[in-house]
């Protein structure tokens, strides 16, 4: 469920934890007492600027409080606003990665305006894994959580197809 608290809200909680844990990034699970996803929080607003959908007031209001752009002070990629195709998959990726709680998707996998996600990634992961995907797209691919390792066994078909599958 998510949390409509003001902005104004979630960057207090964030300063108050900043404060606690000085020039520590907030864990992804973190959860804090009143129930806010600190660590979600703070992952969307990573991936918001990397994706270049951060308003700019957005991001001096977060930079003002000391907000951590990432977990190992290397900066965050910035996906150039020319390549729309790459705009629309990573985008695509972190809303899977929102809704399902992981980056895990399947390579059958297509948004409902017809993306081929899925296929788009398993591509990207066969460059990664045979060393030929630029660093950039490499770091890009792991701020939201996509990994070259081994997936888990398990199904490879995404959830809103199995039902439409006879």
């Known amino acids: 469920m998510r949390d409509n608290r003001p902005a104004t809200s979630a960057l207090q909680l964030y300063r108050a934890f900043q404060h ?46 000391g907000f951590l752009w990432s977990d190992d002070d290397v900066p965050l990629p910035a996906v150039s ?11 695509a990726i972190a809303a899977y990665r929102e809704e399902h709680g992981n980056a895990l998707v399947p390579a059958n996998y297509v948004t409902a305006d017809g993306e081929q996600v899925g296929q ?20 890009t ?3 939201l959580g996509v990994s070259p ?12 197809l199995v039902g439409q599958v006879r």
Request: some cysteine; glycine content about 6%.
């Open 141 to 143: 691919l792991s701020v």
């Open 20 to 65: 606690q844990h000085p020039r520590t990034p907030v864990p992804a699970d973190f959860v804090t007492e009143c129930g806010f996803r600190l660590g979600r929080w703070q992952d969307r607003q990573r991936i918001a600027r990397m994706l270049g959908t951060l308003p700019p007031q957005r991001i001096e209001q977060l930079d003002e409080i």
């Open 120 to 139: 788009w990634l398993y591509r990207a992961v066969k460059k990664w894994r045979a060393d030929a995907l630029p660093d950039k797209e490499r770091r």
């Open 81 to 91: 606003r020319t390549d729309a195709k790459r705009r629309r998959m990573l985008t």
């Open 149 to 160: 390792g081994p997936r888990p066994r398990g199904p490879r078909t995404s959830a809103h």
